[in-house]
């Protein structure tokens, strides 16, 4: 039985929530620990605060109270006895147990019924034999052998005679006369025989094995004859195993089945990879380690100009031999060509999406600088991503810097897929796909999550193979493939990574019917990348689009009890594991319109009007208010719904399904998505994001998304193994956190790295009534000084600290964070930041200073630095993005993510700093969107108060403090200001132009007369236009109108704007980088302000 007071698994912070909504003091529940497997924690409410006991169990299995002072040692055989002793009063608790909290009821038969639908009923039983009613118990159990005896034997008998019917029917003019006749005896006389074994429930049948060595006999001494031919020439070609006297596996002469098929399988296998091992040695030779896709010279189209004017130019981009050729035409010869050595760096324009600058070294020594324009931004980004390929593969380093992944998704529907499937893993079809020139750029690792696949492993492991083997010319290594139900992951990775990959994990969270169905759930994988910690969760969630607290549940239930990574992280779940997070698959969020909408919405699909749809996505609305997700990203959805499609069609979608219950809609959601998290101020882009549009066996289209992720190398220390360096320090300083807790209890500090050696605790800190009922724990300046493993740069401002904040008396985690190292400051106090979440829930903030110190040398540049993004001045700071922007948690981004920091900071910062506007370029922007160009100020916005212009501090320079440790807190006048103003239309996901560096806005910059800028917005170019002819000579338009009449702007005619857009441009003024943080709906913290991914996790 069990009492309404035992609340299982229920969260801590749900548990407080409970408590307090009773109001009286005495109520109390018990909940499992957070800290402890097989403990319990007493929660009590008295005086509006919540006191957690714990209860342990000793090895006599009885219950005791454990607690830092007060209550005397008892023990208990139940916990049931021990809630009764402390009913009463005086037993040392801070109040007697008086009124149990009862559990929450749960919606579990609407549930039952949603689940049920998608399960396909067994096959009806046949009639049972039943013995006649009369007679006693025993009369029946010893008639029923006895009848089931005389039907078995029957239907042996009835069986051979239709078997032999059978055989003569058949065309056995082939068969040896012997095999004939052994058959024949096999089903007159032996299969009644292991009829009986099976009666007797062996599975063992020997007649039929002593059949199968008669007709395999033959076959059994010719394979064992073939095997050792294949098996030598095998190693003969096997360009990975050095020579030698390899021993041949001894396997048994008998010919029976079990030896049969061994043999069958090795001989099917070796066949299968003999080809592919002599194409590989006659491809790459006998020194070749393993295979490699060669990609081939790609040329592009490009205009320059040339005094004022515009010529057609063609560059060539030779990956293999490391250079980029410029010709003046397609046939011609060549111009000039510079080596890898020589190309410095690429510099995207923010403005032009089609603009790219090349810095190139000349023979003197001297950098130029070259200007080309593309015929549109997805060759631009073709030949970007090309060069840095080439940067790559000829790179001095030993260790690559940044590896590619591709993410795919797919509910395949419980159907086998189409013969081809190779767009998917070449990111074509609909949305934000590859350029062409791209196609010959195999991903480092591919992360394969499907749903309802009807596929066994091996099946679907071919397919795979053989697919990425048909685009690539490479025979990927399968990393891990782990399947609950039919929901299933696979991630393969290049040969070349085979030793770099590490701490494999896999596992599985069920969260079906009651939670222990697998028909619903989660799959993950996570290793070490050499020093890089990925993680990947394929999760097919709750289906139906009015259950949405349901996925919800789901999504909470996978993050808790998903067991990937390291498990010495134990106080952080998966969003604080991994360098890298990336969570794909049905999450089944549907569009939260009416049934009598449908129309409209295949409607605004045909118009490809998806920002007016996407405010009505169920996964953006739960993001928005900080329910799922919590600091995740997505990119920017430009492809359409990819659910529920009639099969074997794009056409057309299929949103109605006729029930027994009535009439069922399915409207055209997007259902299929990729997310990402990852530590702040680490590298990733995204590349490509979107759907096929050719694979159409399922209801679902499979959707696409890669990314460039930076990644870290197994440093070594120069002082060599075994030795601490003692130069290195980190010290945190003037720490405190703020918590949304109701809890009494003391509280330390945590400190978890990779770069320590072990974990450090810190003491107590001393508590403070907050505002709003929040705690401040605020932490002296003698926490403990952590000391490094490494204090070498180039490792150490690659690190992060993970921080949990952990309670005396339970020892639970009551919010963890992330920061970052990455300071361009050394040896200086640095103001840091982050927030402190807890199960995927906003716990509060902890701030702080720290000095980091670090042993001498210098910190290299990465080769993912090798292309960045020149900042355009002409674009205003406020852009459509700012206004949609779905990532709360964003504050240090580039002009297309205006979310800057100094949305939190009231004062301003130092003199020199706000001058910092020189910095032209921030790092590794993806490019935008071809049809998502950045938007002109709204005109409210560029009215804002003066008081909120002054607290945005332009970007540091590079020798400033990172953006990623600098937080201060505003006043709460200013904060709850902004905080009241809150947007009420959901985010959006829009492009993004890289994270984590920022560069200066033209927004409040003053110009060389003195005069603000800030009120004048700049038209956006047309898109993807070349530069107009004679730039040089002939002012901008956006110049023109600030030198003419400031009233009169001369604009190119735009595209009409979507009510959505119009909705998020002229709704009530709001400064955005102030508040484009998660709303707070009067629960949070108003004066706080956003935090950015890159700054905090």
């Not at 490699?292 to 040339?306: G, W």
């Not at 297309?896 to 020189?918: C, F, I, V, Y």
Request: hydrophobic letters at 30%; one cysteine or more; glycine letters at 6%.
């Amino acid at each position: 039985m069990v009492h309404c007071w035992n609340h299982g698994n229920i969260t801590r912070s749900k548990a407080e929530e409970l408590l307090s909504k009773t109001g009286k003091d005495g109520s109390f529940l018990v909940r499992a620990s957070e800290s402890i497997s097989r403990a319990y924690a007493l929660c009590v409410l008295f005086r509006n605060c919540v006191y957690t006991y714990r209860i342990l169990t000793n090895e006599e299995e009885k219950f005791t109270v454990q607690a830092s002072e007060g209550v005397p040692v008892r023990f208990f055989t139940s916990l049931d006895q021990l809630i009764e002793f402390y009913k009463k009063e005086n037993m040392g608790l801070v109040t007697h147990l008086q009124y149990p909290v009862p559990l929450e009821e749960e919606d579990a038969g609407d549930e039952l019924e949603e689940e049920t639908e998608f399960f396909i009923s067994p096959p009806e039983l046949p009639p049972r034999n039943l013995p006649p009613a009369s007679g006693s118990s025993e009369a029946k159990e010893v008639a029923l052998p006895a009848d089931n005896s005389r039907v078995m034997e029957h239907s042996a008998l009835s069986l051979s005679e239709t078997l032999l019917q059978r055989l003569q029917g058949l065309d056995t003019s082939g068969l040896p006369e012997e095999h004939l006749k052994a058959i024949q005896d096999y089903v007159n006389t032996q299969m009644a025989l292991d009829a009986e074994f099976v009666k007797t429930g062996s599975s063992n049948l020997p007649h039929l094995k002593k059949l199968v060595m008669v007709l395999c006999k033959e076959l059994y001494s010719e394979v064992a004859r073939t095997l050792p031919s294949l098996e030598s020439m095998q190693r003969l070609f096997d360009q990975q195993l050095s020579p030698g006297i390899w021993p041949r596996p001894q396997m048994s002469a008998e010919a029976n089945p079990v030896n049969i098929i061994a043999r069958l399988g090795q001989l099917t296998s070796l066949l299968s990879s003999l080809e592919d091992k002599v194409k590989a040695f006659l491809g790459e030779g006998p020194e070749s380690t393993h295979r490699r896709s060669l990609i081939p010279p790609v040329t592009f189209e490009v205009k320059a100009e040339s005094l004022g004017i515009p010529q057609k130019m063609q560059l060539k981009v030779d990956v293999e031999s490391g250079k980029l050729i410029i010709k003046k035409s397609k046939d011609g010869p060549e111009d000039k060509f510079y080596s890898h050595k020589k190309i410095l760096q690429l510099i995207k324009s923010q403005k032009f999406h089609n603009k790219l600058v090349i810095i190139v070294e000349t023979e003197k020594e001297k950098t130029l600088r070259k200007e080309y324009v593309f015929a549109d931004s997805k060759k631009r980004e073709g030949f970007c991503q090309l060069l840095q390929q080439m940067k790559n593969r000829h790179s001095e380093q030993p260790e690559p810097d940044m590896i590619t992944i591709f993410i795919g998704t797919w509910n395949m529907g419980d159907t086998a897929p189409p013969k081809k499937i190779t767009s998917w893993f070449l990111s074509k079809g609909q949305g934000k796909t590859r350029d062409d020139s791209a196609d010959y750029i195999p991903h480092d690792i591919y992360v394969i999550g499907t749903q309802e696949d009807p596929l066994g492993d091996k099946e679907w492991l071919e397919i795979l193979k053989h697919s990425l083997q048909e685009i690539t010319d490479i025979s990927f290594k399968t990393i891990a493939i782990h399947t609950l139900w039919n929901i299933r992951i696979v991630v393969l990775a290049k040969p070349e990574h085979e030793n770099r990959i590490s701490h494999i994990c896999t596992n599985n969270v069920k969260t079906g019917i009651a939670n222990t169905l697998g028909n619903k759930g989660a799959v993950g994988v996570s290793f070490m990348f050499n020093g890089t910690s990925l993680g990947f969760v394929n999760s097919h969630l709750t289906s139906g689009s009015e259950k949405k607290l349901r996925r919800n549940q789901n999504y909470m239930s996978i993050l808790r009890f998903l067991a990937l990574g390291d498990k010495k992280l134990s106080p952080f779940n998966i969003t604080h594991r991994f360098t890298h997070l990336f969570w794909l698959g049905d999450l089944n969020y549907r569009l939260e319109l009416p049934p009598s909408e449908a129309e409209n919405i295949i409607q605004k699909i045909k118009q490809q009007q998806y920002s007016e749809l996407l405010l009505h996505d169920q996964l953006l609305m739960e993001r928005k208010d900080q329910k799922v997700f919590l600091h995740f990203e997505e990119e920017e959805i430009t492809f359409a719904p990819t659910y529920r499609f009639e099969r074997h069609t794009r056409e057309k979608y299929a949103y109605t399904k006729q029930k027994a219950t009535g009439m069922k809609y399915n409207l055209p959601s997007w259902c299929d998505r990729v997310l990402w998290k990852s530590y702040p101020l680490v590298h990733v882009v995204c590349q490509s994001y979107g759907s096929t549009s050719d694979i159409m066996t399922s209801d679902h289209s499979p959707v696409f998304a890669t990314f460039e992720a930076g990644v870290t190398s197994q440093f070594v220390s120069k002082n060599g193994p075994g030795n601490v360096d003692s130069q290195g320090q980190i010290e945190f300083l003037k720490c405190y956190a703020t918590l949304k807790t109701k809890s009494q209890t003391k509280f330390y500090l945590e400190f978890h790295s990779s770069c320590l050696e072990s974990f450090v605790k810190s003491q107590e800190g001393e508590n403070e009534e907050g505002t709003e009922g929040e705690l401040v724990v605020k932490f002296a300046d003698d926490l403990p000084k952590l000391t490094p493993i490494i204090s070498d740069p180039e490792y150490l401002l690659d690190q992060h600290i993970l921080i949990s904040i952990k309670s005396s008396d339970s020892d639970e985690s009551y919010g963890e964070g992330c920061i970052a190292l990455r300071s361009e400051a050394t040896e200086s106090v640095v103001p840091i930041y982050t927030a402190l979440t807890h199960h995927g829930e906003m716990m509060g903030h902890f701030r702080g200073e720290i000095k980091l110190q670090t042993s001498q040398g210098k910190k290299r540049e990465r080769l993912y630095d090798f292309v960045k993004t020149e900042r355009d001045e002409a674009i205003g700071q406020k852009s459509l993005k700012s206004l949609t922007s779905h990532d709360p948690v964003k504050h240090w981004e580039c002009p297309s993510r205006p979310s800057d920091l100094g949305k939190n900071m009231a004062d301003p910062l130092p003199a020199e700093e706000q001058q910092t506007s020189k910095p032209e370029m921030f790092e590794n922007p993806l490019y935008g969107s071809v049809s998502s160009f950045p938007k002109p100020v709204p005109r409210k916005e560029q009215e804002s108060p003066k008081a909120l212009r002054k607290d945005r501090p332009a970007c540091p320079d590079p020798g400033a403090p990172s953006p990623a440790i600098i937080l201060t807190k505003p006043p709460e006048g200013e904060s709850s200001k902004l905080a009241s103003r809150q947007i009420s239309a959901p985010f959006l996901p829009v492009p993004r132009m890289r994270s984590f560096t920022c560069s200066s806005s033209a927004e409040g910059k003053t110009t060389s007369g003195g005069e603000k800028t800030q009120g004048k917005p700049k038209p956006p170019p047309p898109s993807e236009t070349p530069v107009p002819a004679k730039r040089p000579v002939k002012p901008a338009r956006s110049e023109m109108s600030q030198q003419g009449n400031p009233g009169q702007t001369h604009r190119p005619p735009l595209p009409a704007k979507s009510p959505a857009v119009l909705h998020l441009q002229h709704s009530k003024a709001r400064d955005y980088r102030e508040s484009s943080e998660l709303p707070h709906h009067g629960k949070h913290w108003p004066e706080e302000g956003p935090v950015s991914r890159t700054s905090m996790q």
